[in-house]
């Protein structure tokens, strides 16, 4: 399993949690994003810049992730595209996508989507938690054990 991470807006703790399990279990991370990120210097981890450009970071990974692999994306169409190809899907907060899922949160992003063009304002995400957080590495930890 290939661990793979939309990296332009992921949180610093949970690339902190990546690293360490990346380290603990030998398995390969790939962080993707359209600027330069330091990442611990490991044979099992490593970063891909790629062009600025809308989508950019989320179409190399469409591109590359394959059955199997794990993606931790908060984007919504990623998800979509790559649980469609046999992979799994992991939010930030700990929110697994998966084929029963992954329509419905897409429908509901659309939705969103169409209010906010309308001038409707709909507001962001709570603030990142601890709880967030706990989620997310609880939610790794039983992807990873799976595997």
Known sequence: MHIW???DACPAVIKD???RAAQRT???LTLVANQHLRVP???HIRMIQVPGGFDEADKYIAQHAAAGDLVITADIPLAAEVVAKGA???SPRGELYDKENIRQLLDLRNFMDTLRSSG???GGPA???AADRQAF???LDRLLGKA
């Open 17 to 19: 949690i990546l690293f």
């Open 5 to 7: 991470v939309d990296a």
């Open 137 to 139: 590495a609880n939610r």
């Open 26 to 28: 030998g398995r390969p």
């Open 127 to 129: 603030a990142f938690s």
């Open 88 to 90: 799994h899907a992991l």
């Open 41 to 43: 210097g490991s044979p």
């Open 120 to 122: 409707v304002e709909t």
